[in-house]
């Protein structure tokens, strides 16, 4: 085997050498932290301060699985998602609190990890250190092979246990798009209501309390005041039903996807057609849903893309909804901020996906999918 000067080791395989030096001194904190709340918790547990102490003690776990992986991920280049974060039912008390600590499987998990760890730590302390002093031309692949198993072991303890914890996890990062979202719905009614038909109906109620005063000493010009009263209910009722038509739109209710994408369409100022390709009207969520990232698109293709044309399709695919909406503008949009950004948390946010191809130049493909769920579900 031809000698390699110790320096010449590419960057990953230094990585890869700190990793396993750095294993004995947190394999030793790890194992004396373990078994120091175990047995301290276990011998305690028939008093006060015992199984809170074991309720601590999982959560100081679950704090060393995190800096592990972290460690993993800098060092081996190992992407590792998070666990669930755990779930206190602090509504009810310190005791639902102290059991649904206590049943924490992640923080089980994450102590197994640490128990076990402390003479494989020692074992791979020691041969990466003999192989830098004695025998470094082998190390890079002996520290490759150790760092086999250390992978292994980090996916198995440290990682989500299943699909579902990790679509947990996700749920509950996505919950709080949708709580952010939903503010911004509701600031942004508010400030229309007030802005508009609000203001617009107090200056009603002033103007006819005015000809109310005057109609018996001026009728010409309290009917005439009257006249432009009419004119401005007319305004005003017109704004609550185009804010309405922000909330959901009635056509949307009462007649579903195929013409109220339709009525979308026909606003659009660049020439859009509709092609829809579903037989059943997927859950109210998932059109209200649809309905708005088409509104918003098409909006984008009248504002921004400088199209001759554009397309609309949508059809549904064994459980999921899928839309597509097409144009052959100038091209160059992305999620980096502004209303598609906020498309495809939304998206994000009921498992969905969104997908944009705009080259510089055009054409632009947007598509999203959205779970179909059944209107009874």
């Not at 276990?42 to 999982?58: D, E, K, Q």
């Not at 280049?77 to 008390?93: A, C, F, I, M, N």
């Not at 005791?95 to 994450?110: A, E, I, N, Q, T």
């Amino acid at each position: 085997m031809p000698r390699v000067p110790a320096f010449g080791f590419p960057g990953s395989t230094w990585r890869e050498i700190a990793y396993l030096l750095t294993n004995l001194p947190m394999g030793i904190f790890g194992f004396v932290y373990v078994t120091s709340w175990l047995f301290i918790g276990a011998a305690l547990s028939i008093t006060v301060v015992g199984l809170p102490m074991l309720a601590f003690g999982l959560l100081g776990s679950r704090q060393l699985g995190k800096f592990e992986r972290a460690r993993a991920r800098l060092l081996l280049d190992l992407q590792v998602d998070e666990p669930s974060p755990l779930r206190h039912h602090t509504h009810g008390g310190f005791f639902p609190w102290l059991w649904s600590s206590l049943k924490d499987p992640v923080g089980w998990r994450h102590t197994l990890y640490l128990l076990i760890r402390l003479p494989w730590d020692i074992m791979t302390f020691t041969v990466t250190l003999v192989g830098l002093f004695v025998a470094w031309p082998v190390l890079p692949w002996v520290a490759r092979g150790l760092t086999v198993v250390e992978r292994a072991m980090v996916r198995a303890l440290l990682s989500p246990s299943d699909e579902l914890e990790r679509r947990i996890a996700e749920l509950e990062s996505d919950r709080g798009v949708v709580v952010d979202t939903a503010a911004a719905d509701l600031r942004r009614i508010e400030r229309d209501l007030h802005d508009g038909a609000q203001a617009r109906l107090v200056a009603l109620a002033m103007d006819l309390g005015l000809a109310k005063e005057k109609l018996t000493e001026d009728p010409e010009a309290a009917a005439k005041m009257v006249d432009e009263a009419h004119g401005e209910v007319k305004i005003a009722l017109q704004e609550l039903r185009d804010l309405a038509r922000g909330i959901h739109p009635a056509i949307l209710t009462d007649r579903g996807l195929g013409p109220a994408l339709s009525s979308l369409a026909a606003r659009c100022t660049v020439p859009a057609t509709i092609s829809i390709d579903i037989e059943e009207r997927p859950a109210p969520a998932i059109e209200g849903i649809a309905y708005f990232t088409v509104s918003e698109l098409l909006q984008n293709v009248s504002k921004h893309s400088r199209a001759k044309a554009a397309t609309v399709e949508l059809w549904r695919t064994e459980h999921r909804l899928l839309l597509q909406v097409w144009d052959n503008g100038v091209g160059g949009a992305d999620t980096s901020g502004g209303g598609l950004a906020g498309l495809s948390e939304r998206l994000g946010s009921v498992d969905g996906l969104f997908v944009i191809d705009s080259p510089a130049g055009g054409p632009t493909t947007i598509t999203a999918e959205l779970p179909w769920r059944d209107r009874t579900s």
